[in-house]
């Protein structure tokens, strides 16, 4: 039972961290069946990184359809304007499902979470927020998701730039306008091709500081007429009830056959297909082996490759964006989502800065210095990335049973059971976590289902009577060694991403998300299940 006193400090069956869909998720259902439950959450409004990322374009790389939970009584009665619904649209969603489930009343807004220790004794965690607030749960479900840890690249000279300076995962809620300044973007990830687009409409000069070419599909979005909305209505739930049978948690997949075995012409139509439906049918929905077979992710690359050069009117930025020798392999970096991103380009008013061939020197007061030269600016949007999937974990100050803090226990890699716990901290269970389906998941889907597997469990243990729940160590390594094996046939090793962890200097390069697929993952949580959670040591 839950205590509400101010000489006391409240006690929880569960305490969430994070009121993005995972998290609003454990409430809506922990609630349900009975157990007291409460989020923190360290902005001011639910949303989760819709929070934070409210930059100019900041838009669903997912159709509207898939990203919204699947319960009836929350689609029939929602819509999306569009078919990649923008930042704003997202938040009128969140507002919605408030509205619908009566979440806000559970959920502490500007509520940083800093620190939780476990109490052996009581089975509890004890937790502590930015705001001065304590709070003990028996249960610690971190739902912080991969992207809410900002990355800041320590470019010399950054503090001392006078005018306006913004990371997009930390974007002014009150708005930057752009209008007739002179714009700088460092980064061209998903982040960095959005407020691109955006900047290259509005701002007087608009600087692109390009240190890999984003690989950028066609988004092929759409305002949708009634009719439209009207035939997604009618398919929903068949869409929905696809979902656990797909790679990624989509309503479509991988085809089963190899770019290789198909005639050119038959590969050319194919391709031309799954381009023109737009979204990530090109990347998830593509020939089974483009992600997994040097040669067959060449013919992709090369379509691809043709597809940008035709957009592009200068040949030599053309190259820049889209070598002919590919930098990486297609679609083992997350690929973007873009509009007219290539068309920006063709600007006058828009310069591509190639780092590679002129490197950042130094960030001056008045601009940013490359080699070949001094960009004056009055805005610089920070498009650099986050410390992905384990940094909003490994920013609080967790302490497990041995004394450690997770950031300490993880500082040579990570170790997470199914993606979910990691021994020595009894009694929390991350979401959208390190080595579980997330970054190549669909979000609201494995909000869900993933999210749906740790209510069972958390529901199991308490049912029955049982407090404690850990990780096993070896269950662990062997989870660990399992998704460095799904590594190597394919070709994610070969490029530097957040997938590896390598957008970050100095964090150990490893596989960060489940690239065996969700079917495989969910078998596997089932196993498990099936045996009493085996590879959980419970108490
Ligand atoms: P990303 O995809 O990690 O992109 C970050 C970008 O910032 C990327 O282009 C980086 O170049 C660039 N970057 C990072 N550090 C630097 C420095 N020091 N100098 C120059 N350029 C730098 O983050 P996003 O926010 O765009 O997207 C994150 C996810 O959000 C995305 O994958 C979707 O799932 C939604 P690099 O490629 O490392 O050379």
């Not at 408030?98 to 004794?121: G, H, N, P, Q, Y």
């Not at 063709?346 to 007061?365: F, K, M, Y």
């Amino acid at each position: 039972m839950s205590q509400t006193q101010s000489d006391t400090v409240e006690e929880l069956d569960v305490l969430v961290i994070g009121a993005g869909f995972a998290g609003i998720y454990q409430l809506d259902r922990l609630r349900s069946l009975g157990y007291s439950v409460k989020v923190y959450e360290a902005g001011s409004r639910i949303g989760g990184i819709w929070y934070w990322n409210c930059y100019p374009g900041a838009r669903v790389d997912s159709d509207g359809p898939m990203y919204q939970f699947s319960r009836e009584d929350l689609w029939k009665d929602w819509e999306y304007s569009e078919r990649f619904p923008d930042w704003s649209e997202v938040r009128r969603y969140f507002d919605y499902l408030d509205e619908k489930l009566d979440l806000s009343k559970d959920i502490r807004f500007d509520a940083r979470v800093t620190s939780a220790e476990f109490d052996e004794e009581r089975k509890q965690w004890v937790v502590r927020a930015a705001d001065g607030s304590t709070v003990r749960a028996t249960f610690l479900v971190p739902c912080t998701g991969f992207g809410s840890k900002p990355y800041i690249p320590p470019i010399p000279g950054l503090e001392s730039f006078r005018g306006e300076c913004h990371h997009t995962g930390l974007w002014p809620q009150s708005g930057v306008d752009l209008t007739g300044k002179r714009v700088g973007v460092i980064g061209t990830g998903a982040s960095g091709v959005q407020v691109i687009q955006e900047a290259a409409r509005d701002a007087a000069e608009l600087t692109v500081f390009q240190r890999t070419p984003n690989l950028a599909f066609r988004m092929g979005q759409q305002t949708l007429t009634p009719e439209q909305q009207q035939e997604i209505k009618d398919g929903q739930a068949a869409r929905y009830a696809i979902r656990t049978t797909t790679f990624g948690g989509f309503d479509y997949d991988f085809l089963p056959v190899s770019a290789l075995d198909v005639t050119p012409e038959e590969r050319e139509a194919t391709y031309e297909r799954i381009w023109g439906m737009g979204g990530f049918t090109f990347w998830l929905g593509t020939f089974q082996d483009v992600l997994f077979d040097t040669k067959a992710n060449d013919t992709a690359y090369e379509f691809w490759r043709k597809k940008v050069w035709e957009r592009i009117d200068d040949p030599a930025v053309a190259e820049k964006l889209a070598p002919v020798v590919p930098i990486h392999p297609l679609g083992v970096k997350r690929p973007s989502l873009e509009q007219n991103y290539y068309e920006a380009y063709n600007q006058d008013n828009v310069t591509l800065v190639d780092l590679r061939e002129s490197p950042i020197e130094e960030v001056t007061a008045t601009g940013v210095r490359t080699a070949a030269g001094e960009v004056e600016l009055d805005v610089l949007v920070l498009a650099t990335g986050f410390d992905s999937v384990t940094g909003g974990l490994t920013a609080m100050d967790i302490r497990g049973t041995g004394g450690i803090t997770m950031r300490e226990k993880w500082a040579d890699g990570v170790s997470a059971y199914m993606g979910v716990a990691t021994a020595g901290f009894p009694n929390l269970l991350f979401l959208y976590g390190p080595q579980s389906p997330s970054g190549f998941c669909n979000g609201p889907t494995c909000a869900e289902i993933q999210g749906e597997l740790i209510v069972r469990m958390i529901d199991d243990l308490l049912r029955s009577g049982r407090r404690r729940v850990e990780a096993e160590v070896e269950a662990e390594n062997a989870w660990r060694e399992h998704v460095a094996e799904l590594v190597v046939p394919s070709l994610f090793d070969r490029a530097d991403s957040w997938y590896m962890g390598a957008n970050i200097p100095g964090k150990t390069r490893q596989m960060l998300n489940y690239p065996g697929g969700l079917p495989t993952y969910l078998t596997k949580w089932e196993e498990s299940a099936a045996k009493d959670y085996a590879g959980f040591a419970i108490t």
